[in-house]
């Protein structure tokens, strides 16, 4: 009990949760003690089963709310560990209690006669839907009832008695899960029973009525996807004991690769490799090679040829799959030119990244991480005459900061920036005259970026700048152009005094401290004086932002 305080269930839920917990502690009811852990139902929005598990100094928890099931610690673990800090004197008596109901439970049930114990069982099986199923599935796999196993797990997967309007919804996903994972269950008695053919015959069939009725169940906390991992497992597990025909298996894990169950089991073919062997290896390539053939742009059949091909290592069936089915903006391109460097194969590499260049339909709408790729390559080459010449192109193409600023790299590497410059310029103050607005924004962006502040300064007055520009501009130019950086400062203070809130505050107080620096750096601290005690007057209700002027000593 070391590790369950207060503190540390504070610390692993939040204040938030915590505080909330408190309101539930009432609300808990049937505590369990094991070894290590203890459980509880507590009444929620709905009844919720809670799990604390305890390891020496240690804490964690699950539950299965909304909350808890995404991995956080909830408000009703919280609620069941009060609980128990509460009735802390009382543990090791209820810890007691718990043995002793157990102990007295198998006493009874080994007291009872064979006749007893079987009515017994036959009451519970009558009363009990779930519990009778899963007697029967025990029963026909005992006794190797193939027919009567395929009927059950057909009845475990259908949704019928789940579902409302052909729907399961999210408060019913959990039961339909666990019923259906009982298939996966019977499937794997088959398999320890030496029932091996069937048991691989059922798993691919459980697979396939579990892979059409996802799509009808709310699986948000992923319980359904875990019974396809299960069955997928099963199916692995049966295939390793029954050794089936190697052809055959490769064209079923090609098709289940290919189809609308392979996201549920997510089965991957590689993995079969020690039950396919090397006839089978190679009819799963031919067989995923053929799918390839007759739809050479399918997702699906790509990603499994690339697979297959990379586990081979052969980069030539690679580059043909990414070949087939080339994007405009080069990044295919891109992918064989990494596949090729990989290999070792540079000029090659080379090649496929200059073509991709060239056929993009508009170099403006290309792939940047393909232009980068070239430009770093021509730069380890030391052709950095051509390096230079793609981020030009580049840029010409995309007038933006980020292209002038890899231009202005490759040309300083290249030791001609000042003309290149000139040029991006000119193309700069062109996009002025027909963008307007925005290409005058761009401009300052970049003469800010080169720290021309003259020229930044000047293109802001004629072509127009954001307030961000602008501030930008002040705080750049205020240690030498204090004249020029107030105005634009108390402009920007004057917008924002007309709006509440501590992050508008927050901004207000910064302006005013830059508007302070200005004003004693022309000599007029006096007008400082009388512009803050102005807005101090006019500004008086605003309680948070009077506490954060006087903080900073304005």
């Known amino acids: 009990m070391g590790g369950l305080t207060e503190a540390k269930l504070r610390a692993l839920a939040g204040g938030r949760s915590f505080e909330r917990g408190l309101g539930y502690v009432d609300e808990v009811s049937g505590v369990e ?55 802390k004197a009382d543990l090791p008596r209820l810890r007691k209690a718990a043995r002793d109901r157990t102990r007295g439970l198998e006493a009874w049930l080994t007291g009872l006669s064979r006749d007893d114990l079987l009515a017994l069982v036959r009451e519970e099986a009558v009363e009990d839907r779930s519990l009778r199923r899963r007697l029967e599935l025990r029963a026909a796999s005992a006794h190797g009832d193939v027919a009567g196993i395929r009927s059950r797990i057909r009845e475990l997967l259908d949704i019928g008695p789940f ?14 899960a666990d019923q259906a994972g009982q298939a996966v269950t019977a499937i794997r008695s088959l398999t320890a029973s030496g ?36 069955l997928a497992d099963a199916h692995h597990e049966a295939c390793r ?16 690769a290919l189809g609308e169950a392979a996201d549920l089991t997510d089965i991957d073919p590689l ?25 050479r742009t399918g997702w699906a059949e790509k990603h499994l040829m690339q697979r297959l091909a990379k586990s081979g290592r052969d980069i030539d069936t690679v580059i043909a799959v990414h070949a087939a089915d080339l994007a405009p903006d080069g990044h295919t391109h891109l992918l064989v030119a ?34 980068d790729h ?47 410059r000139e040029k991006a310029l000119e193309l700069l103050r062109a996009d002025v005259e027909q963008a307007g607005a925005y290409g005058g924004r ?64 927050e901004q207000l107080v910064s302006l005013l401290l830059s508007i302070r620096d200005c004003h004693h750096r022309l000599g007029t601290p006096d007008d400082f004086t009388t512009y803050a005690a102005d807005l101090r007057a006019a500004q008086k209700r605003k309680r948070n932002l009077m506490r954060l002027m006087g903080d900073c000593g304005l």
């Open 33 to 87: 003690f094991g070894d290590g852990w203890i459980r509880a139902s507590v009444q929620g929005t709905e009844r919720y089963e809670v799990e604390l598990l305890l390891g020496g100094r240690k804490l964690a928890g699950t539950c299965d709310c909304p909350y808890g099931q995404e991995g956080n610690f909830c408000k009703h673990l919280v609620a069941l560990g009060l609980a128990v800090i509460a009735q």
């Open 271 to 295: 993995d079969y490799g020690d039950v396919l062997g090397e006839r089978g290896t190679a009819a799963l390539r031919r067989y995923a090679a053929e799918a390839w053939q007759a739809n």
């Open 442 to 505: 761009v401009l300052v962006d970049i003469l800010l970026d080169d720290k021309d502040l003259d020229a930044a300064w000047q293109a802001a007055h004629e072509h127009g700048a954001h307030d961000g520009q602008w501030l930008t501009l002040a705080d750049q130019s205020r240690p030498t152009r204090p004249a020029d950086a107030l105005p634009v400062y108390l402009r920007l203070a004057a917008s924002l005094a007309r709006e509440t809130g501590n992050r508008a505050y």
């Open 338 to 371: 990494r596949e090729l460097d990989t290999a070792g194969r540079t000029a090659e590499a080379l090649e496929w990244a200059e073509r991709g260049i060239r056929e993009a339909e508009d170099l403006a709408d290309v792939d940047t991480a393909l232009v």
């Open 374 to 420: 070239l430009a770093d390559r021509y730069t380890r080459t030391d052709r950095l005459a051509d390096a230079v010449t793609l981020r030009r192109d580049h840029f010409a193409a995309r007038r933006t900061l980020l292209t002038y600023q890899q231009l202005r790299v490759a040309a300083v590497a290249a030791d001609c920036w000042l003309t290149e």
């Open 163 to 176: 579902a409302q309007y052909g729907y399961v919804e999210y408060a019913d996903a959990r039961a339909y």
């Open 241 to 256: 004991a029954a050794r089936p025909d190697p052809e055959q298996l490769a064209h079923w894990l090609v098709t289940h």
């Open 195 to 230: 029932q091996v053919t069937d048991a691989t015959a059922l798993a691919r069939e459980a697979i396939g009525r579990l892979a059409s009725v996802v799509e009808s169940v709310d699986d948000s906390d992923g319980r359904l996807g875990q019974v396809g991992a299960d």
